[in-house]
């Protein structure tokens, strides 16, 4: 069974978008409805030493095909990192209940390592008007010679 699990940065998941070193973040997952029996928010400095933090089961989105889940990260002055950790609602017959990670990368039955993981950086701003862009990187040195082994 998979729990449909979904995170990223922007509006809707992540709030305030650009924390100061002050503020706390708060944090949703959108979960197929009924899947997720548990959540937690893990977050780490530098990887050592994961705290976690129970996430609460929110309300279903409007077509109720989602519910979602939401936890509060306190206030840090330096760069954190964090992951959700989500175990699956009980089953008829009591058989064994999954736990799945999710991370940057995606959901994962192994812990992330920690690039895999979101990271915030207190006190990081973009400029208004890079926010919402869709950036393109384009290598025209690499066609220039016309090698197709480039």
């Known amino acids: 069974m998979s729990l449909e699990i979904f995170h ?13 070193a002050q503020e706390g973040v708060t944090l949703r997952l959108r979960a197929a409805r009924g899947r997720i029996g548990e ?5 780490s400095a530098d990887g050592s030493c994961w ?12 077509t109720g095909t989602y519910e979602f889940w939401e936890g509060r990260i306190p206030s840090m002055a330096e760069r954190y990192h964090y992951r959700f950790m989500a175990r699956e609602a009980g089953t008829a017959g009591g058989g064994a209940q999954k736990i ?4 940057a990368e995606g959901a994962a039955e192994e812990e992330p390592v920690l ?3 979101f990271s ?10 890079a926010k919402g862009i869709i950036w393109y990187s384009v290598m025209p040195d ?7 082994l480039n």
Do not use: H
């Open 142 to 148: 690499s066609f220039y010679n016309g090698d197709i």
């Open 115 to 117: 690039s895999d993981c």
């Open 120 to 129: 915030v950086i207190p006190g990081l701003t973009t400029p208004d008007w």
């Open 8 to 20: 990223d940065q922007g509006r809707g998941y992540m709030s305030p978008l650009e924390p100061t």
């Open 100 to 103: 799945l990670y999710y991370g």
């Open 51 to 62: 705290k976690e933090i129970p996430m609460e089961r929110g309300a279903a989105d409007a």
């Open 39 to 43: 959540a937690w928010v893990q977050y």
